[in-house]
Antibody, heavy 122, light 107 residues
Framework: QVQLVESGGGVVQPGRSLRLSCAAS????????MHWVRQAPGKGLEWVAV????????YYADSVKGRFTISRDNSKNTLYLQMNSLRAEDTAVYYC???????????????WGQGTMVTVSS | AIRMTQSPSSFSASTGDRVTITCRAS??????LAWYQQKPGKTPKLLIY???TLQSGVPSRFSGSGSGTDFTLTISCLQSEDFATYYC?????????FGQGTKLEIK
C-alpha cells in the first residue's frame, strides 16, 4: 500500500545537525513533489519545504531557509531533510507528505508519514 | 506569506449537530485550499482539496465551499469520530501556510 516512513529523529544539541529520511513505497515516487511539514508540541502544522518531482525546484519556509536542505534520491524512493544549525524552536514532529499533483501540478497533501520527533536541547 | 485565519479556534458541539468552520486567506487564493483532520497523536488526514472536492474515502457528511479569500468546512451531522482538530491550508503559493487549527470538542 501507499506508505511513507520517516526516520532519523532524535535529541540533538543546539547548533548541531541532523538528517531526516522518508522512505516511500506503493506509488511512483519520481512523479510527485514531496514536502516536509512540522508540528511543535501542542502546536499547529507548519510547512517546512518542498522539492519538485525531479529535484529541480526547492522552496523553504523563511524560518528554515539557509539552515535546512531538502533533497531526494528517486532511485532509492527516499526523501531527505538535512537540518543544520538547529535551534530550540526547531523542536517538533517532522512529517513527510506526498503532493496529490503529478509531475509538478500544485495540490494538497494526500499521504503523510507517521512523523519523527526532533528535540533540540542542551 | 499568505496568512490563513480560522474561526473559531475551538468550540464544543454534540453528536448530530451541524458544524461550520471558517477559514480566511489574507489574499486571494482561488480554490487552492485544503482541509485536514488531525486526531491526538495521529497523522493529519486530507478531507477536502480544491476547496470543495472530497478526498476519496471521506464520508459525505463533510463538505467544503468558497473561493478567493473565504472558505468553509461543514460537517452535516457530527459523529463521535469527528471530534478532532481541523486545519485549512493554502497551496496557491509558496510558502504554503496552514490555519492555526480549530479544535472540535464534545459538549
Amino acid at each position: 500500500q501507499v506508505q511513507l516512513v520517516e526516520s532519523g529523529g532524535g535529541v540533538v544539541q543546539p547548533g548541531r545537525s541532523l538528517r531526516l529520511s522518508c522512505a516511500a513505497s506503493g506509488f511512483t515516487f519520481s512523479s510527485y513533489d514531496m514536502h516536509w511539514v512540522r508540528q511543535a508540541p501542542g502546536k499547529g502544522l507548519e510547512w517546512v519545504a518542498v522539492i519538485s518531482y525531479d529535484g529541480s525546484n526547492k522552496y523553504y519556509a523563511d524560518s528554515v531557509k539557509g539552515r535546512f536542505t531538502i533533497s531526494r534520491d528517486n532511485s532509492k524512493n527516499t526523501l531527505y531533510l538535512q537540518m543544520n544549525s538547529l535551534r530550540a524552536e526547531d523542536t517538533a514532529v517532522y512529517y513527510c507528505a506526498k503532493d496529490r499533483g503529478i509531475t509538478g501540478t500544485t495540490d494538497a497533501f494526500d499521504i503523510w508519514g507517521q512523523g519523527t520527533m526532533v528535540t533540540v536541547s542542551s | 506569506a499568505i496568512r490563513m485565519t480560522q474561526s473559531p479556534s475551538s468550540f464544543s458541539a454534540s453528536t448530530g449537530d451541524r458544524v461550520t468552520i471558517t477559514c480566511r486567506a489574507s489574499q486571494g487564493i482561488s480554490s487552492y485550499l485544503a482541509w485536514y483532520q488531525q486526531k491526538p497523536g495521529k497523522t493529519p488526514k486530507l478531507l477536502i482539496y480544491a476547496a470543495s472536492t472530497l478526498q476519496s474515502g471521506v464520508p459525505s457528511r463533510f463538505s467544503g465551499s468558497g473561493s478567493g479569500t473565504d472558505f468553509t468546512l461543514t460537517i452535516s451531522c457530527l459523529q463521535s469520530e469527528d471530534f478532532a482538530t481541523y486545519y485549512c491550508q493554502q497551496y496557491y503559493s509558496y510558502p504554503y501556510t496552514f490555519g492555526q487549527g480549530t479544535k472540535l470538542e464534545i459538549k
